[in-house]
């Protein structure tokens, strides 16, 4: 019963990262919104999912909260990146980049290269 | 680094739950709410706005829980839940809840006590600094360590492996403090004792090796902290006191440290003299002679990077110079090492054997007792396999479900531990007060330390585990579907089930407990009545030492003439015996080499025998009640002056002589080559201990053979309070300055039978220890197999059953389990005596009385065990349980 919203969550970490990293400080709905735009709808993630995944960060010491009030004056907590949560994304990004290029040229190898 | 820091993290907010709850509550709140904004403005009406939200979010318990066990470590809240609901089920079922914890006290209670007796008796039982290299030295040859004073110079002076050797022996002496003179065991130790041990005085100095110069040279005393403490009311100002022992002045020098009390661990000696003066304590001086062995023992650190291996062989070294240089006292000299504690293997070899042999038995009570709280626990996790059966189709895992069965049975094995630690204590404070012999220092301070505190708590978790591993099985193999849809009826009979093994064993280790405690009071009954050689009834002993008094020589002989015929003056008195070591009496015995009359060359291995040696007055025989099989008794005029003659027993005709009739008007000769004649032979007898072989012994008149050591056989009818006081009154008239010891003969013999004794109501408590478990193993089982088949029984009954049909069907299985149990309990006790009969006079199972009474006994058991179980299986009522269900 493979579902759609199944996001590895070290995936999800890392799209977290990346949104604080482009974004800077956000609540819990701005990342889930934000996250859903950019993969085009294509993750239909639980956005509830995000809270856990949130506070494991936090408690990684890899971003930091506080409340504060949003656009339209809800109280609501505010998520940014630490430094450590930079250096960390900085790392994954490679890996990341790394991995995708190592896939992709699985992908693109035909037959004959590999003999 | 990131794994610890989101651990503490998590720790912290295990800690502070409720408030971290809040803040998940809030941000979904406003998480849904400002969807549903969103959702307003892309024109949805308010009510589908908010629904559509909620649907976007997702299941809000489940995220809140993922939530929390991301922040909490899920293990802490987890145990605590366990525990409330381990509580609240334990709390449910009071009934089951008390037998466990209180068969768990008495199991662990009694591991407890036995490994504090153990820890405090071998593993640790000297304090003295770096105990793990101090060896006593004993011989090659036997168990023992006795050696003469220039052996030991030799042994000290030659040896290259030990630090320095201390040598002691045990004394008595009479001591005046200003107060009554009364008698006190010490220790005469070598100047460097207190050296060698590595001890510091509590107050005031010790003596040291440099205060010896010769003989009576260091009228020196240090006082043991409990003695000071008991005697001198812990009065610091003793330090420089001038006593008198045995009437010579001599100082206390200081009070040694508290918990350390002489180098034996069954004798407490009140203080410490310095071996030099031997003389004056013990009325002789053999310093100077090679084969007067008189130490009790030698000890000492071996130095270190020396192995024990090494260190025997350098004094085996010696021991072949002493036998070349001294062939006529120094003959067979090899040397072993034993822990000095327990006078090395003497003791040692059979309280270690008695010890693990207990050890063991009680770890077995623990493990029957496990089987059974396993069994019963099984049968509660059967009777609730619905409610598991519920839990797993409601999705907890079967690892879930378990720990909160181990938590269960943990909680319980914690209960009954601290239960029985509890118990332990209160019984091992008992032992440290107890003082078994009333003429001996001996005293066992049994104060638990960590490692008593460290094994109960480890035997006790890991019985937690054991009798809680019992219903795993099951757990695993329930199938929540089939419990839930069929009835709770389990099937029962049929296979044979670990738990029936479980019962087995228990019974079996209950009737080998029942067997040798039945094995053990035999030869304790038997013991007190064998033959001893002497009647121990209606005769008291009083007992002094002159040398305390001052005596020697012809004055001592004087004396004690004087004493027996004052105390046969006494109304009431049938006749009065002087013997200088009463038998059987604790203290020790007098042995000496004996050879034929041929034998030429008096050195040790042409001995005919080896002989306990007496010295008695004419009316000793007939006061002991000791019977002459031929031959007469002593006579008055049997003195110095008189051709020396010697009273044999059988044991001694036999190995000396060939038989008795040989042996009347022979001669055999001493180690210093008298030729003494036989006069009269006597019965055989005990002497040394009750389970002794028989053994030569020989009895001279005391006027050839003087001692200073005094024991008057007082036989009379009186009443021995009354008798006593009167013998008291005569002796304080003769000399009051002399210390008296005074008892019944029977009572003396206590010290004799203790070790029999001990066995017999440590096996008997044990025992009834193991047949309490049984009795709620096969009534938990029989209980359980009745209630679980009550419908079938009532079945069997409606169609017609008799009730011996119906006791048999519910009853059998516990009942044949109980038979097969004993009879391997049984086989194995009769094995176990073989271990006994070190302890117990003449253990043997082969003994009708102990067959039988094992098998009334287990038969007992089994009728109380099954008693109630069978009682509710015939008061079935068909129709009213028919009706039911």
């Known amino acids: ?41 294509l993750l239909a993630v639980n956005q509830g999912t995000l809270y856990p995944v949130l506070l494991k960060l936090e408690q990684e010491g890899v971003i930091a909260s506080e409340w504060g009030a949003s656009e339209n004056n809800r109280r609501a907590r505010f998520y940014r990146l630490t430094k450590e949560g930079r250096k960390q994304l900085q790392l994954e990004t490679q890996d990341w980049e790394q991995t995708a290029a190592i896939i992709g040229r699985f992908f693109a190898a035909k037959a004959e290269d590999l003999s | 680094m990131k794994f610890m820091r989101r651990f503490f993290a ?141 052996d030991y110079l030799d042994l000290r002076e030659r040896n290259r492996s030990f630090d320095d050797i201390a040598a002691y022996d045990a004394a008595q002496v009479g001591l005046d403090a200003g107060e009554d ?37 260091a009228p020196y005393i240090v006082l043991s902290y409990s003695y000071w403490h008991t005697h001198f009311q812990d009065d610091r100002g003793v330090v420089g006191r001038v006593v008198q022992v045995n009437k010579y002045p001599y100082t206390i020098l200081g009070v040694a440290p508290p918990g350390f009390n002489g180098t034996l661990v069954f004798f407490n000696p009140g203080f410490f003299v310095p071996l030099v003066d031997q003389e004056q304590v013990e009325g002789v001086n053999d310093l100077s002679s090679r084969g007067k062995r008189f130490i009790f023992m030698t000890l000492g650190h071996l130095k270190p990077g020396v192995t024990k291996a090494q260190a025997i062989a350098d004094l085996n070294s010696i021991g072949s110079y002493l036998e070349k240089t001294y062939p006529k006292d120094d003959d067979q000299r090899t040397f072993t090492l034993a822990r000095p504690s327990l006078y090395g293997d003497y003791l040692g070899k059979p309280a270690r054997a008695f010890m693990t042999g207990l050890m063991l038995l009680s770890a077995l009570i623990l493990l029957a007792a496990c089987a059974n709280l396993g069994s019963l626990f099984g049968a509660r996790a059967a009777d609730r396999s619905r409610e598991v059966a519920l839990r797993l189709a409601l999705g907890a895992s079967r690892a879930r479900i378990l720990r909160q069965l181990f938590t269960e049975a943990l909680l319980l094995s914690l209960m009954g531990g601290a239960l029985g630690l509890w118990g332990g204590f209160v019984l091992m404070g008992g032992l440290s007060a107890w003082r078994p012999f009333s003429r001996w220092p001996a005293q066992l301070p049994v104060h638990p330390d960590a490692n008593v505190y460290v094994v109960a708590l480890l035997l006790t978790l890991a019985s937690g ?12 193999r329930t199938n929540p579907y089939e419990i839930i849809k069929a009835s709770s009826r389990g099937i029962v009979g049929g296979r044979i089930t670990i738990r029936d093994l479980a019962i087995v064993v228990q019974i079996a280790i209950c009737a080998l407990l029942v067997t040798s405690s039945i094995v053990a009071v035999r030869g304790l009954l038997r013991a007190l009545h064998s033959d001893l050689g002497f009647e121990p ?13 001052g005596y020697s020589g012809e004055r001592a002989l004087q004396m004690q003439k004087r004493m027996i015929d004052a105390v046969a003056a006494i109304p ?13 009496v604790s203290g020790g015995n007098v042995d ?68 008795a009739a040989n042996a009347l008007g022979a001669y055999f000769k001493m180690p210093d080559g008298t030729r003494l004649a036989v006069v009269g032979i006597v019965e055989n007898g005990k002497y040394a201990s009750l389970t002794e072989d028989p053994s030569p012994a020989m009895f001279l008149p005391f006027l050839q053979s003087p001692s200073t050591q005094t024991y008057l056989a007082v036989r009379s009818d009186r009443d021995p309070a009354q008798l006593a006081a009167a013998i008291r009154g005569t002796m304080r008239s003769l000399d009051a300055g002399l210390p008296v010891y005074m008892g019944p003969w029977n009572k003396e013999l206590e010290t004799a039978l203790f070790g029999s004794r001990m066995a017999a109501i440590t096996l008997g408590v044990m025992g009834v220890i193991g047949a309490m ?49 004993s009879a391997a309990g049984l086989l194995l006790g009769i094995l176990a005596s073989r271990v006994l009969s070190a302890i117990v006079y003449q253990a043997t199972p082969r003994d009708p009385v102990v067959l039988a009474g094992v098998v009334v006994a287990m038969l007992l058991l089994g009728l109380v065990a099954t008693w109630i179980p069978a009682r509710r299986a015939l008061a079935i009522d068909p129709a009213i349980l028919m009706r039911e269900d």
């Open chain 2, 10 to 150: 998590r720790l912290t907010n295990s800690a502070t739950q409720r408030a971290r709850d809040e803040r998940i509550s809030e941000e979904i709140e406003n998480h849904i709410a400002m969807q549903t904004d969103e959702n307003l403005r892309a024109g949805l009406p308010p009510i589908e706005a908010r629904r559509q939200a909620i649907l976007k979010f997702g299941g809000r318990e489940a995220i809140k829980e993922d939530y929390r066990s991301e922040r909490g470590l899920l293990f802490f809240d987890n145990l605590a839940r366990d525990l409330r609901f381990a509580l609240r089920m334990l709390r449910k079922s009071p009934g089951f809840t008390a037998v466990a914890v209180i068969t768990l006290a008495m199991a662990i209670g009694a591991n407890a006590v036995v490994f504090g007796v153990l820890n405090a008796l071998i593993l640790h039982p000297l304090h003295v600094p770096q105990a793990e290299s101090l060896y006593g030295i004993q011989h090659g040859n036997e168990a023992s360590s006795y050696q003469s004073y220039p």
């Open chain 2, 181 to 217: 003179p009364s008698r006190v065991w010490i220790f005469l130790a070598s100047g460097n004792y207190f050296d060698v041990l590595r001890l510091q005085p509590f107050l005031g100095r010790f003596f040291h090796a440099s205060d010896e110069h010769g003989p009576n040279s």
């Open chain 1, 1 to 41: 019963m493979k579902q759609k919203t199944d996001v590895p969550q070290g995936t999800l970490a890392l799209m977290v990262l990346k949104t604080l990293d482009v974004l800077g400080s956000l609540h819990g709905y701005g990342i889930a919104r934000r996250i859903e735009q950019i993969s085009g709808d």
């Open chain 2, 572 to 584: 009431g008195v049938e006749s009065v015996g002087f013997i200088d070591w009463a038998p059987l």
């Open chain 2, 537 to 549: 009834r209606n005769v008291i002993l009083a007992d002094t030492d002159l040398s305390m008094g």
């Open chain 2, 773 to 821: 478990l049984s009795i709620t193993g096969i009534f938990g089982m029989a209980a359980y197999s009745v209630s679980k088949r009550l419908r079938e029984l009532g079945i069997r009954m409606a169609l017609g059953a008799q009730r011996k049909e119906v006791l048999q069907a519910a009853l059998g299985r516990a009942l044949k389990l109980l038979g097969i149990g």
């Open chain 2, 592 to 659: 000496s080499l004996v050879f034929t009359d041929a034998t030429a060359d008096l050195r040790r291995s042409n001995a005919a025998a080896e002989s306990y040696l007496f010295g008695v007055s004419p009316d000793y025989f007939q006061a002991a009640h000791t019977v002459f099989l031929s031959g007469r008794t002593f006579t008055w005029q049997d003195d110095e002056n008189a051709p020396r003659v010697a009273v044999i027993n059988q044991e001694f005709a036999r190995r000396v002589f060939g038989s």
């Open chain 2, 465 to 476: 585990f054991l009798f809680g591993a019992f219903p795993v099985r099951q757990v695993l």
